[in-house]
């Protein structure tokens, strides 16, 4: 698997974990690191 590959399967995975129905929702206190940054601000 090159580098671009796995990113690629990373980003498709936490696509599909926030999604609707996703896995995400089994855990409902968290969030996106990204969008917990944002917040903070």
């Given at each position: 698997m090159t580098r671009a590959?796995?990113?690629e399967e990373v980003r498709e995975f936490v696509k599909?974990?926030?999604e609707p129905g996703g896995?995400?929702?089994d855990?409902?206190?968290h969030g996106p690191a990204r969008a917990?940054?944002?917040n903070d601000r």
């Open positions: 590959e796995l990113a599909r974990f926030y896995v995400a929702e855990f409902p206190d917990r940054r944002l």
